[in-house]
């Protein structure tokens, strides 16, 4: 069974700073992915980042970058230069490393941009 | 690009009546996730089509059922609607030809069941 943690529930940032947030996961499986999801108000599940268990080097998109840390089971998502539009609620989650793999997601953490 | 095509957007349904959800996949992608999200929380997996073969089930309740058809779109059937059935429901999809391919996900069927 997979499951995925994020034990921040809400989490603030000032626009142009630097923010991060924590997801730990616990599988069985040695191959397996990982995501970060953000919902915005309108509720579109939109891909931020992934990454493969496999690479060791961690994953990076513009501003945004992960912190993997396969032995921790850690996966934590840096957002640099907060802006405005990075408002949302952020997921994690976790897929098997076997074909059709459902995504198990974690509970969710609210951001907030401080102009 | 195209996207993931979910309708209807938003459905009101009275207790014990039935609903149908329709998901539209991406262009060649073959297959079909559902999930279902209620109110502050994370979604939920409930069933997964291959190749119009059901792949993969989570906690999707007996009054649940889904196939995919053989253009690929997906449709989610409910009866005997409840209360608690109402969430939003994501239709993902993704080509499986792949491992770990991003599931790309539908704007989502708004469910409310007065």
């Known amino acids: 069974a997979q499951t995925v943690t994020q034990s921040q529930p809400e989490m603030s940032v000032q626009e142009a700073e630097t923010v991060t947030l924590s997801c730990t996961y616990d599988t069985s499986e040695s191959d397996y992915y990982l995501f970060w999801y953000k919902q915005p108000p309108s509720r579109q599940m939109i891909l931020v980042i992934r990454q493969e268990a496999y690479k060791q080097q961690n994953a990076t998109e513009n501003r945004f970058s992960v912190n993997f840390q396969k032995a921790a089971k850690s996966f934590s998502l840096k957002i640099s230069d907060s802006q405005l539009g990075d408002a949302a609620m952020y997921f994690c989650?976790?897929?098997?490393?076997?074909?059709?793999?459902?995504?198990?997601f974690g509970q969710g953490t609210i951001l907030t941009v401080h102009p | 690009a195209a996207g993931v095509i979910q309708s209807p957007r938003h459905l009101i349904k009275e207790k014990r009546e039935t609903a149908t959800l329709k998901c539209y996949p991406i262009p060649r992608h073959d297959t079909v996730y559902w999930y279902q999200q209620g109110p502050g929380q994370d979604p939920q997996f409930l069933i997964s089509?291959?190749?119009?073969?059901?792949?993969d089930k989570g906690s999707i309740p007996d009054r649940f059922s889904a196939q995919q058809f053989s253009d690929y779109h997906s449709e989610l059937n409910m009866s005997s609607l409840e209360l608690g059935d109402s969430a939003l429901y994501f239709c993902?999809?993704?080509?499986?030809?792949?491992?770990?391919?991003?599931?790309?996900f539908g704007p989502g069927t708004r469910l409310t069941v007065l």
């Open positions: 993902a999809s993704s080509p499986e030809r792949e491992r770990g391919n991003e599931q790309f």
């Open positions: 989650a976790q897929r098997g490393g076997t074909s059709y793999g459902k995504l198990t």
């Open positions: 089509f291959y190749e119009k073969m059901q792949s």
